[in-house]
């Protein structure tokens, strides 16, 4: 695997500020869905740990232990029931609605069905969250074709997500992800749908991404790549966290 | 040079950059049909509160600021006066203040009047006429209620006919008439609101996924209502434009038929040229699609808005 140099990812970050060392921290939360007063059952239980600002984590646990869901707490789609949860240095139980899109922009979030516009281009999937965050469209295209380039996409730029192996379609998404140059960047399984080796290229781009500075946040099944990339990890059973 | 420019900005940003796919989701068939649909009826509203302004105005001016007086044996002797009954009542109504001009009509001119009920052989017929005074007063308001009295004095028997009263029920008649095409403006106005949101409501529930992904990107609820309200407020002004200008055709026959009884000469308006329609009507027809475009960025804006609290 031939290494990025550094000198090619200076794209921008589309907000910058002040976020302290905790990047992430987790105060006995739990959460429950439905609506508030309904007595669905709690998916996750108690949580308590931080991840330091640049951190790595494997989030490992069986399928429905809330892998996805604690996810979904920290990329801001759900709000905790109970207990402190603190995001880039804002408290997400206590934040305003409209102080959270700002937050959003910030944290990079790759899926493992994609989520990609499927009426989109590659190039414009990518350009996508820059056109959010306000960038002048003079400035965008630069930033675009680096993240196409990075992801080795710059040939495929105008063909659509269903014109694209899911491999292609997985690289498309990180760059998606990466594009504002999020502080945090969390990746729900995102090899469960690729082969070895573009499971492998995915994980090198995460671990740049992480060498750069972000935050990343990997939820996976795949003990393979766990054990190739030694880092420290979050295991959950049945909503609770066993090892942090 | 400006080709190059196009073809690198159509490179960056797809003329009409549409990352929420609303293009297909707030359609450009039924939204606009249905707005024009809204915009015609709502023409034909504003032209019956238009009509119904200048016809009570017409009547306050016209028909009520004057008066008909009868004077029965005209032409004898008025008592304790020189002079017939016809010229005593002639001089005190040209006395009276209030009163502009008093003119008695000619017996062409009466014969004119009686003709569409007494037939073509009026002036053969030895009935005894009255002589008839038109009196224009000053204006509608004018105050004359000795003037009975004084003119039974000059020539007994001499009948008053006063237009006012039934003025005054034309007049509240033109103003229900201008109500009621004021509600059916605000009614249109309501289902123009009502189906926009329907339409929008339909676009969320069909975009759903692509909201959901662009809300989770960071849009704000601002963002997303805009891309909205932009394509409604296009697609509304768009049927606002076609309603109007579908209606005037059918304004403009209308116009020229009600000319005449709003006091216009035939060869004023002309025989349907652009000049019978009022100009408030001109001033009111391009608003219509103004008005629908507001109407489209509100509905969508609101819909939009609400919809998205749902999301965290
Ligand atoms: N949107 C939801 N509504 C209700 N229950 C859910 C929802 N999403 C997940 N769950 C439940 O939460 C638990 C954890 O699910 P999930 O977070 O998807 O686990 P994992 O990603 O580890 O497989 C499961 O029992 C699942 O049924
Ligand atoms: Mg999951």
């Known amino acids: 695997m031939k290494r990025v140099p550094a000198a090619r990812l200076e794209w921008q970050e589309c907000r910058r500020d002040g976020t302290g060392s905790r990047m992430v921290r987790f105060e006995s939360v739990g959460l429950r869905y439905g609506r508030a007063g309904q007595a669905d059952p709690e998916v996750l239980h108690d949580l308590s740990f931080a991840i330091p600002e ?21 990329y801001l789609a759900v709000r905790p029931t109970r207990g402190r949860l603190s995001i880039l240095g804002a408290d997400i139980e206590r934040a305003e609605r409209r102080a959270l899109p700002g937050l959003r922009r910030r944290i990079g979030v790759v899926f493992q069905d994609f989520r990609l516009l499927g009426h989109l281009s590659a190039y414009d999937n990518v350009a996508l969250p820059l056109r959010l965050a306000g960038r002048p469209e003079g400035q965008i295209r630069a930033d675009v074709m680096e993240m196409l380039r990075w992801v080795g996409l710059l040939d495929k730029l105008a063909q659509r997500p269903a014109q694209l192996s899911g491999g292609e379609q997985q690289r498309v998404a990180i760059a998606r992800a990466v594009i504002c140059r999020p502080r945090l960047l969390l990746a729900d399984e995102p090899t469960g749908n690729l082969d070895e080796v573009q499971a492998e290229r995915l994980m090198q781009l995460l671990k740049e991404m992480n060498r750069i500075g972000t935050t990343v946040v990997v939820a996976t099944h795949n003990d393979a790549m766990v054990a190739r990339h030694v880092a420290r990890s979050l295991r959950l059973d049945h909503g609770r966290l066993v090892s942090a | 040079m400006a080709r190059l420019f196009r073809r690198r900005r159509a490179l960056l940003r797809p003329a009409g950059f549409d990352e929420l796919g609303l293009r297909r989701a707030l359609s450009d068939r039924m939204l606009p049909f249905l707005v024009a649909a809204m915009a015609f009826l709502a023409a034909l509203a504003l032209a019956g509160a238009v009509g119904a302004a200048s016809l009570a105005r017409h009547w306050r001016e016209g028909a009520g600021a004057s008066l008909t007086v009868q004077v029965p044996r005209g032409d004898a002797p008025a008592s304790g006066q020189s002079g017939t009954r016809l010229a005593a009542v002639l001089a005190l109504l040209r006395d009276t203040k209030g009163i502009r001009e008093a003119r008695a009509l000619t017996d062409d001119e009466l014969a004119e009047l009686l003709r569409p009920w007494l037939g073509s052989g009026v002036e053969r017929l030895s009935l005894p006429l009255p002589a008839v005074v038109q009196v224009r007063l000053a204006d509608a308001t004018a105050e004359l209620g000795g003037l009975t009295p004084r003119l039974e004095a000059a020539a007994p028997g001499t009948l008053v006919e006063n237009h006012g009263v039934w003025v005054g029920r034309l007049t509240a008649l033109a103003r229900s008439l201008q109500a009621c095409a004021g509600m059916a403006l605000i009614v249109v106005a309501a289902v123009a609101a009502a189906v926009i949101a329907v339409a929008t409501r339909a676009g969320l529930a069909a975009r759903r996924e692509a909201i959901e992904i662009v809300h989770g990107l960071g849009a704000t609820d601002s963002y997303i209502a805009a891309r909205f309200a932009f394509r409604a407020t296009r697609l509304a002004a768009a049927g606002g434009l076609v309603g109007a200008i579908a209606a005037l055709p059918v304004l403009l026959e209308l116009a020229t038929l009600t000319a005449p009884f709003a006091g216009l000469q035939p060869d004023e308006g002309g ?38 609290r749902r999301l965290p």
Not at chain 1, 56 to 61: D, K, T, Y
Not at chain 2, 279 to 304: D, E, K, S
């Open chain 1, 54 to 74: 640049g951190g790595f984590r494997w989030l490992l646990g069986p399928s429905g232990a809330g892998k996805t869901s604690l996810l979904r707490l920290m």
């Open chain 2, 271 to 308: 025989q349907g040229g652009l000049g019978v329609l009022p100009p408030v009507l001109w001033l009111a027809l391009p608003g219509l699609p103004l008005a629908a475009a507001a109407i489209g960025f509100l509905a969508a804006q609101g819909t939009v808005r609400r919809w998205l």
